[in-house]
């Protein structure tokens, strides 16, 4: 529910760019900060369950911070 509550807030900005083979190419442009801000607050939550807790908060938090952060 908290995952669901930051994915509706998100601001990343995605290119949506047709090709001529007739393929379409999807670009998203992140947050760089928010994906390191996301990153150092995943891996400090994460961290009560151990190393894997930490890497998998990283992980999480990272790629949540970069999809929800204002685009660079």
Do not use: C, E, N, W
Not at 7 to 24: E, F, N
Not at 41 to 63: K, N, Q, S, W
């Amino acid at each position: 529910m908290f995952i669901h509550q930051i994915l509706r807030k998100q601001v990343a900005a995605i290119s949506i760019k047709p090709m001529r083979d007739g393929s379409i190419d999807f670009t998203v442009k992140g947050s760089t900060k928010g994906a390191i801000k996301g990153a150092i607050t995943g891996a400090g939550i994460g961290a009560r369950g151990g190393i894997p807790g930490a890497v998998a908060g990283t992980i999480i938090g990272g790629t949540i911070g970069y999809i929800t952060g204002p685009a660079d």
